[in-house]
């Protein structure tokens, strides 16, 4: 929108003004619902609230929120259409989707990720009130918090959070990285593995977009998302990528020149099939507040491929990730993490920089490069 002011900073620390908070719902009981709740919880605030995407937009510059809370199925504009006009004018502002819960609705939040939603919660159903205050306590708010860059709060006495919604994102100042030893150069990767959560779709297909069609060695990838969207996801990223994507079936054979991709509600893994690699589906527990995760993935794939594991970890709230990024790095593998930066929340990626455990901490614009770069697809950049 023409004179769109930019997003504000997110603001650093504990204390200073609450964060701003816009809702845009065509509900008047959710939008009642939310903004009382959002009111009743510290350090938050409602800035507006509007009817439909239309009116949403005026109120982002009206307003200026830190972020918004955004229903899909709206009249005049709908949610869709609403973040395909406000990323022209706001890239950084965070969305947090609060959608339905299944059918259409799963395919609707996934495009809404595609077009620049950060996250998304799903709208509790036959809750009472006091359940849904605890289940927006639970879910939304960690969530709002973590990408405005606001610390977590701490839980209420027996609504603990979840660790999956414990963002780490803003613990401090990064210190220098100290690598695991490794002897000689850098290995040629047998498999490329990758883990993405919160902004992970649009930054998998940024990344894997990259690779050519010749790419050389199985690419894998663990997305955290419900079993219900794992075929729309696929499908989305399949229109981005020139390499053909593929759901991972159990006791499947990996093979080169393929992105594999996690079905959710399953750990995926990965073991020794002869010479060869095949996939394994997980029922077990959840790792992380996940399933599947990106611990027991990278894990797996180091004690298969040893130091021919690259493990690429993306965008995502909590610190999924750092004991399978230990263990490839134990076994000589190597780590690539997307930079703060480019980060929709640098959690996940933060807390392996932070561990000393990434080989190299790369913006999302060159991580494509950089994968290629170390497959032996094109020469290396020079270092800035």
């Known amino acids: 929108m023409p004179g769109a002011s930019p997003d504000p900073p997110p ?6 003004p609450d964060l701003r908070v816009l809702v845009v ?26 009817p439909n995407g239309l009116l949403g937009l005026e109120l982002v510059v009206r307003t200026r929120p830190q972020a918004v809370v955004l229903d899909l199925e709206m009249p005049v ?29 799963n395919e609707a939040t996934l495009e809404a990720l595609w077009r620049g939603a950060s996250d998304y919660v799903l709208k509790p159903q036959g809750l009472s009130a006091p359940e849904t205050v605890a289940y927006l306590g639970r879910e939304l708010f960690p969530r709002l918090r973590a990408l405005a860059g606001r610390p977590p709060r701490e839980p209420r006495p027996r609504t603990p959070l979840a660790p999956s919604v414990l963002p780490t994102e803003r613990a401090g100042p ?15 990767p047998s498999v490329v593995v ?57 006791l499947e054979r990996m093979t080169p020149g393929v992105v594999w991709v996690a ?10 099939d002869g010479e060869r690699a095949r996939f394994r589906l997980d029922q077990g527990p959840e790792v992380n507040g996940c399933r ?18 690259l493990a690429v970890v993306l965008t995502g709230m ?16 190597r780590v690539l993490v997307q930079d703060e930066a480019s980060s929709v929340v640098w959690g996940m990626p933060g807390v392996i920089a932070r561990a000393g455990l990434a080989s190299a901490v790369v913006p999302l614009e060159a991580l494509g490069d950089e994968i290629r770069a170390r497959a032996g697809r094109m020469p290396r950049r020079k270092a800035a």
């Open 11 to 16: 603001l650093a620390g504990g204390g200073g």
């Open 25 to 50: 719902d065509d509900s008047v009981a959710v939008r009642r619902a939310l903004s009382d709740a959002i009111e009743r919880e510290p350090g938050l605030t409602v800035c507006g609230a509007a």
């Open 77 to 105: 504009m709908d949610g869709l259409e609403f973040l395909t006009r406000l990323r022209a004018t706001h890239p950084r502002l965070p969305v947090v989707v609060f959608s339905g819960l299944v059918g259409h609705a």
């Open 174 to 188: 990064m210190p220098p990285a100290v690598p695991l030893p490794a002897t000689g150069p850098d290995p040629v």
């Open 194 to 250: 990758v883990g993405a959560s919160t902004g992970g779709p649009r930054a998998l297909a940024a990344v894997l977009g990259a690779l050519p069609a010749d790419f050389p060695v199985p690419v894998a990838v663990v997305q955290h998302l419900p079993a219900e969207m794992s075929e729309f996801f696929a499908t989305g990223l399949a229109h981005a990528c020139e390499l053909p994507v593929r759901l991972a079936a159990d």
């Open 263 to 272: 079905p959710g509600g399953a750990h995926l893994v990965l073991e020794h």
């Open 292 to 309: 599947p995760a990106v611990d027991p993935f990278f894990r797996s794939a180091a004690r298969v491929f040893g130091s021919g594991v």
């Open 318 to 333: 909590g610190q999924d990730g750092l004991a399978g990024a230990r263990a490839v790095r134990e076994a000589q593998g």
